[in-house]
């Protein structure tokens, strides 16, 4: 067992947690230009996608409430903040751009909340 793994153990992390009702699923900027390797993607996004599918089909079966988040940033840039300084395109995220919207496999449906941060 490594030192880290030992020292946690030790302070009591890692320990069980039993899942208790009520269940809800929120995914997180799993948009177009995050998912595009030409834009803003790559590493496991689309294996993340792909596993989101089902789950997402899962929780909607079950009658779980579903929220999405996607980055949009003002029309204007007025809020532009210390992601845009760092990665100045993301400013291109906006309301209207097809790579700020949830990417298809996991359009929200009718009831869904979508968060814009």
Do not use: C
Request: without cysteine; hydrophobic residues 45%; aromatic residues 8%.
């Amino acid at each position: 067992m490594s030192n880290d793994i030992q020292t946690y153990s030790r302070q009591g992390f890692g320990a069980q947690l039993e899942l208790k009702a009520p269940f809800g699923l929120l995914i997180i900027d799993l948009v177009n230009g995050f998912a595009n390797p030409q834009v803003f993607g790559g590493g496991n996004i689309p294996q993340a996608i792909a596993n989101t599918v089902p789950l997402l089909a899962e929780a909607r079966k079950r009658g779980w409430p579903v929220a999405h988040t996607r980055i949009v940033f003002a029309d204007d840039g007025a809020d532009a903040n210390v992601f845009s300084l760092k990665v100045p395109s993301m400013l291109g995220l906006k309301e209207d751009d097809p790579n700020s919207a949830i990417v298809p496999e996991l359009t929200p449906a009718e009831g869904e909340f979508v968060v814009r941060k």
